[in-house]
């Protein structure tokens, strides 16, 4: 990555020489033993994604900077900068929908495990692939067994796709063919919602607890939770990079999510 990028509002990276980020982007750049970030006010969903997978080629442990207007948060890890970038764009997405769904993303804690209730998710939730390769990783998460379990791949252009989906599906209505970059799919609201998701995964490389409400058919909003398992092995390829995911409506398991 350069010592100092630009990511503009539809989501274009460049070199910048600028002291502020574009209007509607984001402004990365290497300083001091740092990484410093800085967001226009109303940064788009399209620039931190793409902030989000430029960040992916920052060593863990630089300590990062955030910045937006006069607010300065110092000492992040990169963990906890992509987490709060993925908190934006889910935000934006949400607000803009609220009808449909509105929810909050976290890391996986002992306390998480504690609360889930459903077998299911705790099988994805509990397993331990680090240190593995993305091959043993991918075994292991077989082994487990969980049901309706969503694979998610990237290819060389770092662009998300479906390689595997449970057999029926009742939410979302409709979904991209299996191996169909997930960013074509501009019109689907719930499309860019899950893609932020996959995205923010791949960014903070840990496990994620997702929940909240989403609309499905006339029944109105309806409580669900989501279990969100990256594999990104350090010394792996980037193309052998997975996202496993698997969700539940908590008052129905009859209902099929992804």
Not at 115 to 141: G, I, V
Not at 192 to 210: G, N
């Amino acid at each position: 990555m350069r010592a100092q990028i630009a990511i503009t509002r539809g989501g274009v990276t460049k070199a910048s020489t600028s002291a502020s980020p574009p209007e509607g982007g984001a402004l990365a750049k290497r300083a001091n033993g740092t990484f410093q970030i800085s967001l226009h006010r109303r940064v788009s969903e399209s620039a931190l994604i793409n902030l989000m997978r430029a960040l992916r080629a920052i060593e863990p442990e630089l300590p990062m900077n955030l910045r937006v207007d006069a607010q300065l948060q110092q000492g992040l890890s990169r963990s906890e900068l992509c987490l709060q970038l993925a908190l934006r764009a889910l935000g934006d997405i949400e607000r803009n929908n609220e009808a449909l769904f509105m929810s909050n993303l976290e890391l996986v804690q002992p306390a998480t495990l504690k609360s889930l209730t459903s077998s299911n998710l705790l099988r994805l939730a509990q397993l331990d692939m680090n240190n593995m390769d993305a091959p043993s990783a991918l075994m292991k998460a077989s082994a487990a067994r969980v049901s309706n379990l969503v694979s998610v791949g990237q290819n060389r252009s770092m662009r998300l796709y479906f390689l595997a989906l449970p057999a029926e599906v009742d939410w979302p209505a409709s979904l991209p063919d299996i191996g169909a970059p997930l960013d074509e799919e501009t019109d689907s609201v719930p499309c860019r919602w899950l893609s932020t998701l996959y995205e923010a995964a791949m960014a903070i490389q840990a496990p994620l607890y997702h929940h909240g409400f989403i609309r499905i058919g006339p029944a109105g909003m309806r409580p669900f939770k989501r279990i969100i398992h990256p594999i990104t092995p350090q010394n792996d390829r980037p193309s052998n990079f997975r996202v496993l995911s698997v969700a539940e409506i908590s008052e129905n398991d009859a209902i099929v999510i992804i």
